[in-house]
């Protein structure tokens, strides 16, 4: 039975119901992993059986056989299964991110509503049929643009397109394969928009933040962690550049050396837009940071005054002993708690998440420089 209070962006909209309708989107691993053979079943199948027919598939007919393209492969081997797993570790993530402003009293009971109307309104979003059309469209069109009319990448003879044209394996990928791909992509974007658009609507809420909350967040830590949910979508994004360097590298005669950088750009990017809807909550931050240093301040500068008026200036014997001397101890890291107080909630170990995320679809790029099997020789050697 389903969970009425579950907030749920992924399992969602016309798409999601339209597999469901079909038996491929029901929360049962077979189910999942029958969705998954689907998807490789329509998009790489039909590519790799009009190729072989047409002696595409391998480099003696053609420059760029469809078995030697890198893009291909990570595309609907890898990353199209992988953007299917990632709904159901983002799912479980951003409902327990939304349950949990309330179970925190970030969100106070008094504010519950208009953090259920951010919800109804989030939901009303992803069940668009409208938005969904437009992806639709965006991923054919987009798809067409790029492939037909701009022809992007038709320099070499490929199993997509020789001297007399765009092959069958060809007009499959344009028309079928990546519009797919992109569709999944955009939808995914559009989940995203929507979750920064709820972020954005709490942070416009009464909420209760606290200066010595132990996350140094004031209590929103847990949106810091929560961005390592992403990590799989993330993992996903860098394995389609990761092949289309691979294919400039091995095709076009490029080097990791020069690429180097286009990958360390790629990760700085992707860090800075996961982590770009948090800063909706820097100004709540830094005025509850602000507030925290002002009243603590006064109450320890209270509390050492009274110290010293008791201890110091009455030259009492008794200190020994007292409980005063505790007090005093540890009045200074309850400030030190305040001023250490981020203004972005962001998480150490989900930022160390990510940058692996985006990095690891980068490690077969190594194998253009050096042979992969001494890459795994020396870090076993590391191991033992």
């Known amino acids: 039975m389903a969970d009425p209070d579950r907030f749920d962006l992924v399992d969602r909209g016309p798409s999601f119901r339209l597999a469901q309708h079909f038996g ?6 077979p189910r999942r992993i029958r969705k998954i053979l689907l998807l490789i079943l329509v998009t790489w199948m039909p590519l790799v059986l009009l190729s072989l027919l047409a002696g595409h598939a391998f480099d003696d007919r053609v420059v760029v056989g469809l078995l030697r393209d890198p893009v291909i492969l ?26 949990q402003f309330l179970a925190s009293g970030v969100v106070p009971a008094g504010e519950a509503v208009k953090l259920e109307a951010a919800k109804a309104e989030a939901l009303r979003l ?6 969904e059309g437009v992806i639709l469209v965006l991923a ?6 790029m492939r037909v009319v701009v022809r992007l990448g038709s320099g070499d003879s490929t199993w997509e397109r020789t001297g007399t044209g765009i092959t069958l394996a060809g007009w499959w990928y344009i028309l079928v394969s990546l519009p797919i791909l992109f569709f999944f992509l955009l939808r995914w974007l559009w989940i995203f928009l929507i979750w920064s658009r709820f972020l954005f609507r ?38 389609v550049l990761s092949g289309s360097l691979a294919y400039e590298i091995v095709h076009r005669g490029s080097s990791l050396n020069i690429l180097k950088y286009h990958i360390m750009i790629f990760v700085v990017l992707a860090i800075v837009i996961l982590h770009a809807p948090l800063l909706v909550f820097t100004g709540r931050l830094a005025r509850c940071r602000f507030r925290g240093l002002l009243d603590f301040g006064s109450l320890i500068g209270n509390h050492d005054r009274a110290f010293d008026e008791k201890w110091l200036k009455s030259q009492s014997s008794s200190l020994l002993g007292s409980a005063d001397v505790g007090s005093l101890a ?5 400030y030190e708690q305040v001023e250490r107080m981020q203004l972005l909630p962001w998480d150490k170990q989900a930022l160390i998440v990510l940058v692996a995320a985006a990095l690891i679809p980068m490690v077969p790029l190594l194998g253009t420089v050096t042979v992969l099997t001494e890459i795994l020789s020396k870090l076993a050697k590391f191991m033992v």
Not at 330 to 334: D, K
């Open 330 to 334: 540890h009045m200074s890291p309850v």
């Open 24 to 29: 491929f989107n029901r929360p049962d691993r």
């Open 202 to 239: 709490v942070s416009r809420l009464g909420l209760e933040l606290t200066p010595t909350h132990p996350d140094r967040a004031g209590g929103l830590g847990f949106l810091g962690w929560g961005l390592a949910g992403f990590a799989l979508v993330l993992m996903a994004i860098s394995a």
């Open 74 to 99: 990570s595309r609907f081997l890898f990353v199209l299964p992988l953007l299917a797993l990632a709904e159901v570790v983002v799912a479980r993530s951003l409902n327990v991110q939304a349950r």
């Open 140 to 145: 054919v069109t987009t798809t067409i643009i």
């Open 126 to 131: 992803r069940e668009s049929v409208v938005a």
